[in-house]
């Protein structure tokens, strides 16, 4: 069993940055694949960016390339989104997730095994 907790979601403006954080439990971190999702009111959860812990692939949805990074730190456990450029549609709760094993590509929330409580991000105009 894996229990993620997130953090660092908050209320910003236009163009401001911010960095979510997601902790893991458990000694197998460094072989899961991690991601993070996000759901905006009244739409499905969508796939934002993953990184896999096979050669530490990285993957982002095409509205957040350029604008968004992820990665993980195994030492701490823990994977991190950072949010540049900010646009106020990309206001959501943003979930981390987890898998173990084998995964190419992005990620569905169909593929996640583990996922955290989620962490509020409103972006302001």
């Known amino acids: 069993q894996v229990q993620l907790v997130e953090s660092g979601g908050g209320l910003v403006q236009a163009g401001d940055s911010l960095r979510l954080s997601c902790t893991a439990s458990?000694?197998?971190?460094?072989?899961?694949?991690m991601d993070w999702f996000r759901q905006a009111p009244g739409k499905e959860r969508e796939f934002v960016a993953g990184?896999?812990?096979?050669?530490?692939?990285?993957y982002y949805a095409d509205s957040v390339q350029g604008r968004f990074t992820i990665s993980r730190d195994n030492a701490k456990n823990t994977v991190y989104l950072q949010m540049n450029s900010l646009k106020p549609e990309d206001t959501a709760v943003y979930y981390c997730a987890a898998r173990s094993g084998a995964l190419l590509g992005p990620a569905t929330a169909r593929d996640m095994d583990y996922w955290g409580q989620g962490t509020l991000v409103t972006v302001s105009s």
């Open positions: 990184i896999r812990w096979i050669l530490g692939r990285t």
């Open positions: 458990g000694r197998t971190f460094t072989t899961y694949n």
